[in-house]
């Protein structure tokens, strides 16, 4: 096995190469992708068989076991992503600044490529396929570490998607998969030829990645999302969304886990919101207040900071809108999260207070995804500020570079007065 700086050094290139790539070549590849995943769905399938199998041995969690298994409806989801992917404008070579400096000599500011991302992700195989589509759309080279629970998916997966790339003309490198911690440990190390890590996790995981490497870190952590039902809330829609955002799918980062109620419709709504969760096996676990309304045990002050990914939500009674987004910002993840209100006043209030990468008004928390957003598939959804927040689709994973065209121009003639800046947009693209 090749070392993990030669694994680097290889990806580097590949890189390189891919940021050369016309819009052809790399939709051609994605379009060899499909095929290759569908062409190898037995292996693929019988890969996951055998995972879920040690799963069960393992007694993984239920919603470990549900991101884990990878069936014809995943590889169907998987393959439009990539159809849409391709159907999508290329990120690369476009145009976001052109100004004149001064006479003859133009600036532009034109998208590029990021270039080697290291992305180590839970035990979620559709995440390989979204992942990888979108690095290669984007001219990046890509090093995978999926979950140890998926390793004979993810393997499966990524030979069908190195097959389809090699066959298009792709360097051969524009894809590895990492198969132990060690290895993720000395990818770390490789600050001079990875450009950026993405760790998708708990937020233990992504400091645990921080404070070990230098290399720039995107972190994707906890999903700690929140519907807020204000007393200016439709009940009826406010019992949908909740159940929805609750229900629609436990185990993924986008369901809520927290459900915060005004104090003034409490009473009305939270008996019949518990009789409709409780039909469908949730655990709840309420403030002391909650507790004096309906049957739950006691919530600790743990369970307002706990990503559940399972049939368990915590429930809280706030006296004011102004709490309720304080709670929020104070234990929320900076996930996704929903107001469930008439009031407009308050609606504009939640949306611009609360500190998330998602505020919704009057819909599911599910919403919350890189293909819903009509970003074709997403890397993750970024909980930072900093360069990218949200779902992470192909804009995130481009940086730009600032193209110079001149004619001779030197600042010593800026400094004799021979040239005077004019700073005149341009309002076209870069011709070069």
């Not at 499909?34 to 879920?52: Q, V």
């Not at 006043?345 to 919704?360: E, N, P, R, T």
């Amino acid at each position: 096995m090749h070392s993990l700086q030669q694994m680097a050094s290889d990806a580097r290139q590949a890189a390189l190469n891919l940021a050369v790539t016309d819009i052809e070549t790399r939709n051609a590849a994605l379009l060899r992708i499909t095929e290759s995943l569908y062409d190898h769905r037995e292996e693929i399938f019988m890969a996951n068989h055998l995972d879920l199998q040690q799963a069960e041995e393992e007694k993984l969690a239920a919603p470990m076991k549900l991101r884990l298994a990878f069936h014809d409806k995943k590889l169907s989801q998987v393959i439009r992503g990539i159809q849409e992917l391709i159907t999508m404008p290329d990120p690369l070579g476009m145009t976001t600044l052109s100004r004149e400096l001064a006479n003859g000599l133009n600036l532009y500011r034109v998208t590029c490529p990021i270039g080697v991302i290291g992305v180590v992700f839970e035990s979620r195989p559709d995440a390989l396929v979204q992942i990888s589509g979108l690095a290669l759309k984007s001219g990046n080279a890509v090093i995978l570490k999926g979950g140890r629970e998926a390793l004979r998916t993810n393997t499966a997966l990524c030979n069908a998607i190195h097959e389809a790339g090699v066959s298009a003309g792709i360097h051969p490198q524009f894809i590895q998969l990492l198969t132990s911690r060690e290895e993720v440990a000395d990818m770390l190390k490789q600050d001079s030829l990875i450009d950026l890590i993405i760790p998708r996790g708990s937020n233990a995981f992504v400091r645990y990645i921080k404070e070990n490497s230098l290399i720039p870190v995107l972190g994707h952590a906890d999903g700690i999302c929140h519907v807020y039902v204000d007393e200016d809330a439709d009940t009826e829609m406010a019992m949908n969304i909740c159940m929805d955002s609750k229900m629609q799918n436990v185990s993924v980062c986008n369901a809520m886990e927290t459900l915060l109620v005004h104090e003034r419709v409490a009473a009305q709504f939270l008996p019949e919101m518990a009789r409709r969760f409780n039909a469908r096996g949730v655990r709840l676990l309420g403030d002391h207040e909650t507790v004096q309304l309906i049957h739950c045990e006691e919530a600790t002050e743990k369970d307002w900071m706990t990503e559940y990914l399972d049939a368990t939500l915590s429930i809280r009674i706030v006296p004011s809108i102004e709490e309720a987004i304080r709670h929020i910002n104070h234990y929320g993840s900076h996930h996704t999260d929903c107001i469930v209100t008439e009031n407009q006043v308050h609606a504009a209030l939640f949306l611009q207070a609360v500190d998330s990468a998602g505020v919704y008004h009057n819909c599911s928390t599910r919403f919350a995804d890189g293909y819903v957003y009509g970003f074709g598939a997403e890397v993750g959804i970024a909980t930072g500020k900093i360069h990218a927040r949200g779902p992470m689709g192909m804009e995130g994973l481009t940086s730009y570079k600032y193209k110079l065209l001149g004619h001779g121009q030197t600042m010593d003639q800026v400094v004799r007065g021979q040239i005077t800046y004019t700073h005149r947009e341009l309002h076209d693209i870069c011709p070069e």
